[in-house]
């Protein structure tokens, strides 16, 4: 874990503070690339995403955007969505690459499950890409499952964790 990471909690609609929308376009820009779509700025993003970016207040006005700040540098970012059906949903978790290794993700995934909680959610869900293998091994030793996919886009794991704190098995008689 570094000791100097804090994660911010902001309502969605505050999104654009503390570094958010340079984080998203980090994570998008490096998404299309992977996807083999890669394009040189945020101009040229699908429209979706670009939004995402220049206007991360109104597109996650209802959600609650994570940003892990080291002293005053934004170094990683999550977004929990609104729960629904009793489900929240992670979204766009990215870590700067100088800080990964370090625990920010799983210190911004502790922070959404700890909203979540707050939040009566019982379920948090997320989609990953099939070939962000050392992030699907994250997700996996964070206790998430693999579901059946409520995704059209090929090559997307889901994957799904309750938010109910875990019980200590009791020891065989």
């Known amino acids: 874990m570094h000791p100097g990471i804090v994660v911010v909690r902001s ?7 503390r570094g958010l929308p340079r984080l998203l376009a980090a994570y998008h820009l ?3 690339s992977e996807k ?7 101009d040229e993003l699908p429209e979706r995403y670009r939004s995402e970016v220049q ?3 109104a597109t996650f006005a209802n959600d609650v955007a994570l940003v892990a700040m080291n002293g005053d540098a934004a170094v990683g970012c999550l977004v929990v969505t609104a729960s629904k059906n009793g489900a929240s949903e992670i979204k766009r978790l990215w870590t700067d690459p100088e800080v990964r290794g370090r625990g920010v993700a799983s210190k911004l995934i502790e922070a959404a499950f700890a909203h979540a909680q707050e939040s009566g959610t019982n379920t948090v869900r997320l989609s990953v890409w099939e070939w ?4 699907i091994g994250l997700y996996v030793r964070l206790g998430f499952k693999a579901v059946d996919s409520w995704e059209e886009r090929e090559q997307l794991l889901c994957m799904e964790r ?3 704190p875990d019980v200590p098995s009791r020891p065989a008689a």
């Open 55 to 57: 206007h991360p207040s």
């Open 132 to 135: 962000r293998h050392d992030a």
């Open 36 to 42: 083999g779509a890669a394009v040189e700025s945020v």
């Open 30 to 32: 490096r998404t299309e």
């Open 11 to 17: 309502p969605g609609h505050q999104a654009a503070d």
């Open 162 to 164: 309750s938010t109910a």
